[in-house]
């Protein structure tokens, strides 16, 4: 109860967008992360599906069935449950490729600014090197590598997504690491950080415990929105053939899917998947720009 007491919280409550965003993502991830109890169907259940249910319309158009209310593919997977299959991927390739670009723009942040010199410059032209190309060249070139140099395995399914879940983190590390950096360098001539200096504490301990606990604020502003840039990213890359395996396909798999049969009538396939995606990163984005304008003191 003291959080829903904050200011943050009440700052929530009197934002409709924020409420509504929020309603939106919750519905959408908790119908991915339970899609095992709350799916209709078990679209990759090899026992369970038919040829004969393929590309059926959805419930309200003619032809179409109440047990497939959004249609079915060309296997005869329902829409709607892949739909809550494909987003768990989404939402899982997304949230992990943005905790692990966390990981390493925090650290090289910390390590710039604290440290400076030879590292800072190091780093620094590292991150405005990469800055130069579009974020999505810089995932296919690192997916394209990773996947010519690890061993293929039809077997194992989920190599594609970390790979892919790296691919997505290396191209986004620059944003955090350069958000850090400026901080650290404020944070660090202050009297906080001089007194620790003069104890003896060594710098580790002063980076992790009293530099990095005041940095995080914008971080996590940035994370936020950073998981529907990710999604997005993810979703670019399988709708490019480069992402999930078809065996677990994500909702961009699911559009690259279903764009085969758009001209054929078959406007379900794409319009369904396309979306989700959009609704899903509308509201986290919506619930970024809320946390932004929350945590901005210039805006009490």
């Known amino acids: ?3 829903w007491d904050s200011d943050l ?3 929530f409550r009197k934002s409709p967008v924020a409420v509504g ?3 939106v993502a919750a519905i959408m991830i908790i119908g991915a992360l339970g899609a095992p109890l709350f799916a209709p169907h078990r679209p990759f259940d090899l026992a369970t599906l038919s040829l004969n249910d393929s590309l059926l319309p959805p419930a309200w158009i003619k032809d179409g069935r109440v047990t497939y209310f959004f249609g079915t593919d060309d296997q005869g997977r329902d829409v ?4 809550m299959y494909g987003a768990r991927i989404s ?8 905790f692990l670009s966390m990981f390493l723009g925090i650290g090289l942040g910390l390590l710039s600014g604290y440290i400076g010199g030879r590292i800072d410059a190091l780093i620094m032209r590292v991150a405005d090197v990469q800055l130069s190309f579009p974020a999505i060249l810089i995932a296919l070139l690192i997916n394209g590598v990773a996947r010519a140099v690890l061993p293929r395995s ?4 989920w190599v594609p997504l970390v790979v892919l879940i790296f691919s997505i983190a290396l191209a986004n590390w620059v944003q955090y690491a350069r958000t850090v950096r400026g901080s650290t360098l404020v944070e660090k001539n ?3 950080v001089q007194a620790a200096r003069v104890i003896g504490v060594p710098s580790s301990q002063i980076m992790l415990r009293h530099v990095l606990p005041n940095v995080m604020g914008p971080v996590l502003v940035i994370a936020t929105i950073n998981v529907a840039t990710a999604i997005i990213t993810e979703a670019t890359l399988s709708f490019l053939g480069v992402g999930a395996p078809p065996t677990a396909p994500s909702l961009g798999t699911m559009i690259n899917n279903g764009n085969n049969f758009l001209f054929s009538g078959e406007w379900w396939l794409v319009i369904f998947p396309a979306t989700a995606l959009v609704l899903l990163c509308m509201s986290v984005n919506l619930l970024g720009d809320w946390l932004r304008d929350a945590l901005n003191p210039r805006l009490q």
């Open 154 to 157: 039809s077997s194992d399914e």
């Open 21 to 23: 965003a929020a309603i």
């Open 80 to 83: 709607l449950s892949t739909l």
């Open 9 to 11: 919280a009440y700052s």
């Open 1 to 3: 109860m003291a959080w």
């Open 190 to 192: 202050k009297e906080y």
């Open 91 to 98: 939402l899982m390739v997304g949230v992990a490729s943005v």
